[in-house]
């Protein structure tokens, strides 16, 4: 008879939403969270036999952020990640391993008191891995939407049966970032990796969307001593010029359409010479 066993497995609750409200006499300061976690340890029992002794109730982990937010505030995501990561490890004999992966929504003041404006689609993340193998920490930004109207180009490319699209010296340049990154211990404040991806790519002169993603990553680096790594995922948002000519009009690059699929997807990792990188945590979901 054919036998099984039980291969890679971790359970968890998903997307918690967590708004806080820290009062103060000067104002408000909004937080806006998104929380998952996932843990992993002695748990086969309850995949063979139904046995739940080692279990804790995911109803449980969502309880423990709101309960951790009272007690002890969010100074920052990457900070409340790791608190929730080290205390389900060390609180439960049966959990070895936890990830809190957290998503941010930034909000912006109004009037410099409790009003508030969501700052569009952009989301700012933080994963933590917490287990034998120490703590990791990878912070990042996602749907940081980028355009430049010019200082692109694209050309000199492999061209076959099947090309038709046509070289350019001057076009628009748009993306929607995801970025992550990480340091070879502990971690770091994530704004000003976040300025750097921005800067890169506002005074990058573009000659490809690849050369662009190196440029920001690079830029990371540079400005961020303590980030040994960068991954970046480039969605190139495509502009092409509308065809005015049936209508007797000239488009001299001021007219387009923005396609939205199918789009080049554009990733990489940019690293720094010479420093060793912490082994990767390996979960398979």
Same mark, same amino acid.
Not at 2 to 22: I, S
Not at 73 to 80: L, R
């Given at each position: 008879?054919?036998?099984?066993?039980?291969?890679?497995? &971790?359970?968890?609750?998903? *997307?918690? %939403?967590? $708004?806080? =409200?820290?009062? @103060?006499?000067? #104002?408000?300061?909004?937080?806006?969270?998104?929380?998952?976690?996932?843990?992993?340890?002695?748990?086969?029992?309850?995949?063979?036999?139904?046995?739940?002794?080692?279990?804790?109730?995911?109803?449980?982990?969502?309880?423990?952020?709101?309960?951790?937010?009272?007690?002890?505030?969010?100074?920052?995501?990457?900070?409340?990640?790791?608190?929730?990561?080290?205390?389900?490890?060390?609180?439960?004999?049966?959990?070895?391993?936890?990830?809190?992966?957290?998503?941010?929504?930034?909000?912006?003041?109004?009037?410099?008191?409790?009003?508030? &404006?969501?700052?569009?689609? *952009?989301? %700012?993340? $933080?994963? =933590?891995?917490? @287990?034998?193998? #120490?703590?990791?920490?990878?912070?990042?930004?996602?749907?940081?939407?980028?355009?430049?109207?010019?200082?692109?180009?694209?050309?000199?490319?492999?061209?076959?049966?099947?090309?038709?699209?046509?070289?350019?010296?001057?076009?628009?340049?748009?993306?929607?970032?995801?970025?992550?990154?990480?340091?070879?211990?502990?971690?770091?404040?994530?704004?000003?990796?976040?300025?750097?991806?921005?800067?890169?790519?506002?005074?990058?002169?573009?000659?490809?969307?690849?050369?662009?993603?190196?440029?920001?990553?690079?830029?990371?680096?540079?400005?961020?001593?303590?980030?040994? *790594?960068?991954?970046?995922?480039?969605?190139?948002?495509?502009?092409?010029?509308?065809?005015?000519?049936?209508?007797?009009?000239?488009?001299?690059?001021?007219?387009?359409?923005?396609?939205?699929?199918?789009?080049?997807?554009?990733?990489?990792?940019?690293?720094?010479?010479?420093?060793?990188?912490?082994?990767?945590?390996?979960?398979?979901?």
């Amino acid at each position: 008879m054919p036998t099984f066993e039980l291969g890679p497995n &971790q359970y968890g609750k998903a *997307e918690t %939403r967590l $708004v806080h =409200v820290e009062r @103060g006499a000067g #104002g408000d300061r909004l937080t806006d969270l998104n929380v998952s976690i996932a843990l992993r340890g002695d748990l086969a029992a309850s995949h063979l036999t139904g046995d739940n002794a080692a279990v804790l109730p995911t109803d449980t982990q969502k309880n423990t952020v709101y309960a951790f937010a009272r007690e002890f505030g969010i100074a920052g995501s990457e900070a409340f990640a790791i608190r929730l990561a080290e205390h389900f490890v060390a609180a439960q004999p049966s959990i070895h391993e936890a990830r809190v992966t957290i998503q941010r929504y930034p909000w912006i003041e109004i009037d410099g008191r409790h009003s508030f &404006q969501r700052a569009g689609g *952009e989301v %700012r993340t $933080v994963t =933590v891995h917490h @287990g034998h193998h #120490g703590t990791q920490v990878v912070s990042g930004v996602s749907g940081l939407v980028l355009l430049k109207t010019t200082d692109s180009e694209f050309h000199g490319y492999l061209k076959d049966r099947y090309t038709t699209l046509p070289e350019t010296r001057d076009r628009v340049l748009a993306t929607s970032v995801d970025a992550t990154w990480r340091t070879a211990s502990g971690f770091t404040d994530p704004e000003p990796a976040r300025a750097a991806l921005i800067e890169a790519f506002a005074d990058t002169y573009s000659h490809a969307l690849q050369q662009t993603l190196f440029a920001m990553g690079s830029r990371v680096l540079e400005r961020c001593p303590d980030v040994v *790594e960068v991954k970046l995922s480039l969605p190139n948002r495509h502009h092409f010029l509308v065809d005015l000519e049936p209508f007797g009009l000239d488009n001299p690059n001021e007219v387009y359409f923005a396609a939205d699929r199918p789009y080049g997807l554009i990733e990489g990792v940019v690293r720094r010479d010479g420093v060793t990188i912490p082994q990767e945590v390996t979960w398979t979901f």
